[in-house]
């Protein structure tokens, strides 16, 4: 039951603030949750540093270890509606708190691990734990900032996100040389521990639905949130923005997250620090173009035009760097970095969810619609390793060993994708009328 006394004494507060003095409580609010998603980005990405180190200390091939990385992303999954629910009814505070520590807790037992039945596990509650990041940050922007400015603070949250995967890259990569992938992790939940810390004296919880007298049942509960979770889905053009999502997020779970420094290595002959540092590249191009994006949406003043937009110059951009050969590192660089610059357009779909959806339904939303692009790492990352142990051969050792056609072929999964991106924004024509008619 609400404490409805409680609840408006602190709304009352907050509408008694001037618009600088709640800004700058918000921005502290929001820059704390964003520590969180950094530091489950860096958890995502992580085994991006590692890959040869786990299929040697565990004797795995390429589909195996996608499989037990995907749960990760299995997690994830499961979490969004659940997370997107606990977000919009009791606050973020005690969610992120415990979330934060949950990731903390899956990142040890993964150190810890002696067999792929104990590293799935872990995989799947870092994916729980994470499921809560991004929808905080939602949330928390829009709580306390300015409707108009949601675009500004998703694109802050992901150069967050940006920096978390950078960490993921070469710094983790030197962890890894100096301390061992074990050790390195076990750093990693301990700072996780401290961000928990963090957050429980920093995050504080202002819900509009609280200024709601409501004496609700659990069944009553119950049926405001099949009623909410129905309505999204009942609505087309979610499914179509979250197909749109599903295949833009291909080529950070399939090649980023996971394969994309065992192909550059293997391909151009680099070390594993050079090659995550490469890889890393489309999350820069993410971090820089995700405010860009919001510009680009208001100088063309539809969301199907610039989500069209970005997916041409990402699926163009993946294309011509899998299948042609180029003559250096620099004009690899250069091409994952324009790809993630088109990658970072694909954020603008979260604005039109929300857009589609009342303020009560923002986090369950933006959950149903991250579920939807987080479903490409399930897919994605065992399906590609299927295919790169079919182009695999052995030694005569009976190692395996994986050509670069044997990348090539797995990684040609992202490229279908990115062109369903491309359809399904064409999909997209009803959209701008629909949100007209919202306003």
């Known amino acids: 039951m609400i404490n409805t006394k409680k609840s408006l004494s602190k709304m009352e507060g907050i509408l008694q603030m001037d618009a600088t003095e709640k800004f700058k409580k918000g921005f502290l609010i929001w820059s704390s949750v964003a520590l969180f998603y950094f530091f489950q ?13 786990l299929m040697t200390t565990y004797n795995f091939d390429a589909a195996t ?75 928390v922007a829009s709580l306390w900032f300015d409707p108009k400015k949601m675009p500004l603070f998703i694109g802050l949250t992901l150069a967050a996100g940006t920096l978390g995967a950078k960490v993921a890259g070469f710094p983790l990569v030197y962890l890894l040389d100096a301390l061992g992938w074990q050790s390195a992790l076990e750093l990693l939940a301990a700072s996780g521990g401290a961000l928990a810390l963090l957050s429980w004296f ?39 923005i979250g197909m749109y999502g599903l295949a833009m997020y291909l080529p950070l779970s399939g090649f980023s997250d996971l394969w994309g420094a065992a192909y550059i290595e293997d391909m151009y002959g680099v070390s594993r620090a050079v090659a995550a540092d490469m890889s890393w590249l489309i999350y820069l191009g993410i971090g820089i173009s995700a405010l860009l994006w ?73 959950g149903i619609h991250n579920m939807m692009c987080m479903l490409s790492g399930v897919i994605s990352q065992p399906l590609i390793g299927y295919f790169m142990d079919k182009g695999a051969h052995a030694t005569m050792e009976e190692d395996v060993v994986y050509s670069p056609q044997s990348y090539t072929y797995g990684l040609s999964v992202v490229v279908v994708g990115l062109f369903i991106a491309l359809l399904a924004s064409y999909l997209m024509k009803p959209l701008e009328k629909k949100l007209k008619q919202l306003q």
């Open 65 to 139: 270890l996608g499989s037990i990385m995907s749960f990760y992303y299995i997690g994830y999954v499961i979490m969004q509606v659940p997370a997107g629910v606990i977000l919009d009814r009791i606050g973020v505070r005690l969610p992120v708190v415990a979330s934060v520590l949950m990731c903390s807790t899956g990142v040890l037992l993964f150190a810890i691990a002696s067999n792929s039945i104990v590293l799935s596990i872990a995989r799947l509650l870092m994916g729980v734990g994470s499921a809560f990041a991004f929808l905080s940050n939602v949330k």
């Open 41 to 53: 980005f860096t958890l995502r990405v992580s085994p991006n540093a590692c890959t040869d180190a």
């Open 202 to 240: 920093i995050v504080k919880d202002v819900q509009v639905s609280d200024l709601q007298e409501r004496k609700e049942s659990l069944k009553e509960e119950i049926q405001h949130i099949i009623a909410s979770f129905s309505a999204i889905l009942k609505e087309p053009l979610s499914w179509v």
């Open 294 to 366: 919001s510009f680009i949406h208001a100088y063309f003043k539809s969301y199907r035009k610039s989500l069209a937009l970005a997916s041409f110059i990402a699926s163009s951009t993946f294309a011509i760097m899998l299948y042609f050969p180029l003559p250096n590192l620099w004009v690899l660089g250069g091409l994952l970095f324009v790809c993630g610059l088109g990658l970072g357009g694909q954020f603008l779909a979260f604005s039109a969810v929300s857009e589609l959806n009342c303020n009560s339904r923002t986090a369950m939303s933006s």
